[in-house]
Each structure stands twice: as C-alpha cells, then as structure tokens.
T-cell receptor
C-alpha cells in the first residue's frame, strides 16, 4: 500500500491567492483528518470526515478555510484568500479501525504564503 | 489555550542513556494518551499509548507512565539510540475511538548524540 498521499509536498504562494491541498487516504479507510503543524501550537486538528461526511470542523480557523471529501479516495483543503499566517505544514491522516492509535499520516504539505 | 503541553522544546541525550520526555494536560475528560514520533519531511507515526486505567505501558525500549492525579505523562526511552532522534508529540483523546479527536502538544525535539 502506498500510504496516505498528499500533494503538493511544497507550495509557495503570494498573499491573497487561493491554495488547494490534496489528500488521498489509504484505501478502505473511512476516517480522514486534516491537521496543521506550527511551532507555536504544534499539531492542530482542523476537520475530520467519516464516510466522506464532515463530522467536526471546529478546528477550522476561519471562513477562509474549507474542506471537501467528494469520495472515499480524495479530499481537499482550500484556503481562499491565503495569508502569511497560514504558513505551516498541513497533514492529512486516515484510519479505519475507529481507533486513534491507528491514524496513518501523510508526509505533509509545507505551505509558505509570502 | 493549549490543553496538552510539552514544555521542553528540545532534549539532548547521550547514546545508551535514558531519554525522558514529559507532557502535561489540563482537560480532565482526556482518557487515552498517545505518543507519536516524527522524522523530518515525514508524517508522525504512532509509537505507544496508554489508557487512563493504567499507569504504565511498556513496548520494548519505550515506556509510557501516566500520573492522572498530576495530569502528567512521560515517555522513557532506554537505551536511547541515534535513530531515536526525532520530534515526539504527546497526544490525548477522550477515548480510544476515532470519533474522539486527538489533541496534540507542540512537540519535543530529541537529539541522541553518538
């Protein structure tokens, strides 16, 4: 299995631009999580899905952030418009055993907003 | 408001000695605790966990201790090896289920010197 796949691995954009991060979970997994890692706050859960349905988006920082999961094999996290404070590493994770210790993380997308 | 705190951003240990990483939490609803390990340019991977009904869990060189009254847990690595050099994240959840989200700390960077 290829594991959780994220693209792009690195993204550099200018303030005000739209950014779309992509995630392909492990096949068969029914939970998908989006996290953001910063030095100040560590790993923060932004949103998670179960069977493609958003369950908890309370971690989404503001309306500029949105996430979708149109099918079981694909999810996007969009930031529009982007701001320099959005610069962070964004991780996607998936699991199927409904256990927190079986979350498999992707390699992350390092976002830099200039 | 950081509910899971790792107050030491970094730790340096000699190879063969014990590494002790600490974590404090504030939310009394947390019932399940985990440690994740992260290498550069990779996503975090699950290392070890402990339920609140236990005060110790051991897996090879890794042992996690939980002190519920103090709301404190620690990860012991004995003996430490250079390959253990990574960032370690403490995490907590209200249960073992993926329906209860993980709250992570800010991480501790461990460097094991040969």
């Amino acid at each position: 299995d290829a594991g959780v796949i994220q693209s792009p691995r690195h993204e550099v954009t200018e303030m005000g631009q739209e950014v779309t991060l992509r995630c392909k979970p492990i096949s068969g997994h029914d939970y998908l999580f989006w996290y953001r890692q910063t030095m100040m706050r560590g790993l923060e859960l932004l949103i998670y899905f179960n069977n493609n349905v958003p369950i908890d988006d309370s971690g989404m920082p503001e309306d500029r952030f949105s996430a979708k999961m149109p099918n079981a094999s694909f999810s996007t996290l969009k930031i529009q418009p982007s701001e320099p404070r959005d610069s962070a590493v964004y991780f996607c994770a998936s699991t199927y055993l409904a256990r927190t210790d079986t979350q498999y993380f992707g390699p992350g997308t390092r976002l830099t907003v200039l | 408001d950081q509910q899971v705190k790792q107050n030491s951003p970094s730790l340096s240990v000699q190879e063969g000695r014990i590494s002790i990483l600490n974590c404090d939490y504030t939310n009394s609803m947390f019932d399940y605790f985990l440690w994740y390990k992260k290498y550069p340019a990779e996503g975090p991977t699950f290392l070890i966990s402990i339920s609140s009904i236990k005060d110790k869990n051991e897996d090879g060189r890794f042992t996690v201790f939980l002190n519920k009254s103090a709301k404190h847990l620690s990860l012991h690595i004995v003996p430490s090896q250079p390959g253990d050099s990574a960032v370690y994240f403490c995490a907590a959840s209200a249960s073992r289920s993926s329906g209860d989200k993980l709250t992570f700390g800010t991480g501790t960077r461990l460097a094991v010197r040969p």
